[in-house]
DNA sequence: ACTTCAATTCTTCAAGTGTGCAATAGGGGG
DNA sequence: CCCCCTATTGCACACTTGAAGAATTGAAGT
């Protein structure tokens, strides 16, 4: 009765556990949090379920990294685009508000797991930590950009400007993820820019050049 | 050995299937979609579990039923402030707008029933269905007040200004309803009518007349 | 080459999952 | 008042779940 034991590879500690923080998200933005259970995140990392157990105090603990992991992706990718400090700020806001109204930001993936942690940052005080801070690095940094325009504001209209700004973006993100086929190519592109645009009293849609970078 | 049976009174049909819907409802906001057991909709209310597959085919049948009953009532909640028809076009809109963006519809509770949703908006195509129903129809609601302002604007002006504001709309009220503590009282109904009012070319803080309704 | 130790697998457990179905009893129609 | 219909209960079934711990393996140190 002796069944046979199978193969495996001795790996990395941090490998493994990204293998399996990755793992875990793929199954929530799949199939929605009930998917992801230990035995089929331990299927898809190619490693067996008691092994979380080792990297992990409890599967909580594993979806808690897993959230803290994509909230960290997410702040990174928008960091990026900042990088290229080129053009004046106009330009620079509208490139930052672009990039998150396009793929890869926009995409229905990344709302499924958006809304399938959204629970958590109700109930769990970590995961609700994590999402506060994502949430102000990310309003801050839109809040810089609109603070180097040629405008004179207070700071009281700055801050109501940022979380405005913040609130279309986030809004026409939402929309434009969940039921792509609603809005024309570049629709709600133009419409964001816009609307920005509107709210701050300056054309971003003029200042707007559009591929700084990305496929052919 | 003969167990006692339970007591039981019969009732009308559309009672109880209302009674498992809003089981299965407060289930979802309160414990997030692994909450919502068919033995936890049963206790909550008031039955046995044997008793939902004779009022649904199956849970998820359910769960859909849910669905469209939470979207049916907030779409009427909506609705609702459109009857006291009177004031100016742009106290009309400023009182839909404030509507989106005050309790009972700003509410962490709701946000998360709608995020419990989420996933199944992408996956069950009825789901989906119902999902794109309500939407639209909360932006034509909104597309027919803007509509109703002195301003001259073509067609397709009209349909990004009511995409854009049914984005701030949306994305204020998510980050309200998420993290209430990070904005000061009245602060977010303030931002969205300034924001509205900047994207139509209107000043709805000065249209707003604070209270139609309400409590003391 | 041998030891040692951590990494990994495997087995087990108790609790919980949705579903199918026979038995029962509540209450309206005769 | 009794009878019948069916709404409702109760339970069994086949699986899945997260957790725990014992057993086995790979590789690093000497």
Redesign the interface.
């Given at each position: 009765m002796t069944t046979e034991r199978r193969p495996y590879r001795r790996e990395a500690e941090d490998l493994r556990r990204e293998a399996l923080i990755s793992a875990a998200l793929d199954l929530v933005a799949e199939?929605?949090?009930?998917a992801a259970t230990v035995r089929a995140i331990a299927e898809k990392a190619g490693v067996t379920a008691g092994l979380i157990r080792h990297y992990f105090n409890s599967k909580d603990e594993l979806v808690r990294e897993s959230y803290r992991h994509l909230m960290d992706r997410m702040t990174a990718d928008n960091a990026l685009v900042l990088e290229d400090a080129s053009g004046n700020p106009e330009a620079r806001l509208a490139r930052f508000v672009a990039a998150s109204l396009l793929p890869p930001v926009v995409d229905?993936t990344r709302?499924?797991l958006w809304?399938?942690f959204?629970?958590?940052?109700?109930?769990d005080p970590q995961i609700?930590k994590v999402?506060?801070h994502t949430?102000l690095v990310y309003r801050d940094l839109l809040q810089s950009l609109i603070a180097d325009l040629p405008r004179a504001v207070s700071p009281e209209t700055l801050r109501?400007n940022a979380?405005?700004c913040?609130?279309?973006?986030?809004?026409?993100w939402?929309?434009a993820s969940?039921?792509p086929e609603?809005?024309e190519d570049g629709?709600?592109l133009?419409?964001?820019l816009?609307?920005v645009g509107?709210?701050l009293?300056v054309d971003l849609l003029r200042a707007h050049v559009p591929h700084p970078e990305g496929p052919t």
């Amino acid at each position: 009765m002796t069944t046979e034991r199978r193969p495996y590879r001795r790996e990395a500690e941090d490998l493994r556990r990204e293998a399996l923080i990755s793992a875990a998200l793929d199954l929530v933005a799949e199939g929605g949090p009930k998917a992801a259970t230990v035995r089929a995140i331990a299927e898809k990392a190619g490693v067996t379920a008691g092994l979380i157990r080792h990297y992990f105090n409890s599967k909580d603990e594993l979806v808690r990294e897993s959230y803290r992991h994509l909230m960290d992706r997410m702040t990174a990718d928008n960091a990026l685009v900042l990088e290229d400090a080129s053009g004046n700020p106009e330009a620079r806001l509208a490139r930052f508000v672009a990039a998150s109204l396009l793929p890869p930001v926009v995409d229905p993936t990344r709302l499924g797991l958006w809304a399938g942690f959204l629970h958590g940052v109700q109930k769990d005080p970590q995961i609700r930590k994590v999402h506060v801070h994502t949430y102000l690095v990310y309003r801050d940094l839109l809040q810089s950009l609109i603070a180097d325009l040629p405008r004179a504001v207070s700071p009281e209209t700055l801050r109501a400007n940022a979380i405005a700004c913040n609130g279309v973006i986030d809004g026409l993100w939402m929309e434009a993820s969940a039921v792509p086929e609603m809005f024309e190519d570049g629709e709600i592109l133009r419409i964001g820019l816009t609307a920005v645009g509107a709210i701050l009293g300056v054309d971003l849609l003029r200042a707007h050049v559009p591929h700084p970078e990305g496929p052919t």
